[in-house]
């Protein structure tokens, strides 16, 4: 069965402090991972995307990593803002089937 | 990224009644939209896939008569929720997708619509 979990499943880190968030899968065949960051009653946005070939992705503060051996990805926030929080949600896209197996999410709050 | 609006962004209706809640495409012609269902502190659900012209496709369990979905043009989808229940109360987005890219790749995200059903 196609999964995608993430954890922790909700964080608290003070303002300035880097954090980590993680995701397993075990969607087969993989096409490619995405990292969309979803603001309360908004919408998911799009970080990063990574395809099977990329180890490492970045986009501001963002980093991705992907290790497509484990089926393991990671999302690294550095210098974190208050904006950061937010639910970060891990999507895994199946080659065959061109569907998106969406993870249940990190809600990550940053504090003064 | 592209812009992708959805109509209302919150209602509040009463059991029995139908809501209509629309998805644009601002940037650029979808032939495909996908609409997903999401209940507190759970992962997107994706309900179906709607493609321009032609009938949507529903996911397992998705009652097709009991959310209608229209896309009438590349630029405008509906979701109807027929008869809403209390249980029917969600959060509602749409994504779109470029015609010219592939599936999860150049999906863009509605900013929802939250339902509650009294």
């Known amino acids: 069965k196609n999964q995608v979990e993430q954890s922790p499943q909700s964080l608290i880190i003070l303002e300035g402090k880097n954090c980590t968030l993680q995701?397993?899968?075990?969607?087969?065949?993989?096409?490619?991972l995405r990292w969309y960051k979803q603001d309360t009653g908004r919408g998911p946005v799009s970080l990063t995307i990574m395809t099977f070939s990329e180890n490492t992705k970045s986009n501001g503060r963002y980093t991705a990593t992907l290790d497509a051996d484990t089926k393991q990805s990671s999302l690294h926030i550095t210098a974190s803002q208050l904006s950061d929080s937010a639910s970060y949600i891990c999507?895994?896209?199946?080659?065959?089937?061109?569907?998106?197996?969406f993870g249940t999410g990190t809600r990550l709050q940053v504090t003064l | 990224g592209a812009v992708v609006s959805q109509h209302p962004s919150r209602v509040i209706c009463k059991s029995g009644t139908s809501v209509k809640i629309e998805c644009r495409s601002l940037?650029?012609?979808?032939?495909?939209m996908f609409w997903y269902r999401q209940f507190p502190k759970q992962s997107l659900m994706l309900m179906a896939t709607s493609n321009e012209g032609s009938k949507a496709t529903y996911e397992q369990g998705v009652e097709k008569d009991k959310f209608l979905i229209n896309h009438a043009s590349l630029t405008l989808s509906t979701l109807t929720v027929t008869s809403a229940h209390p249980e029917d109360s969600s959060f509602y987005i749409c994504?779109?997708?470029?015609?010219?890219?592939?599936?999860?790749?150049?999906?863009?995200f509605g900013p929802g619509t939250r339902l509650l059903v009294l």
């Open positions: 994504s779109v997708q470029d015609a010219g890219g592939k599936v999860g790749e150049t999906q863009y």
């Open positions: 940037d650029f012609q979808a032939t495909t």
């Open positions: 999507v895994v896209l199946n080659g065959t089937a061109s569907k998106l197996t």
């Open positions: 995701c397993n899968y075990t969607v087969s065949p993989f096409s490619n």
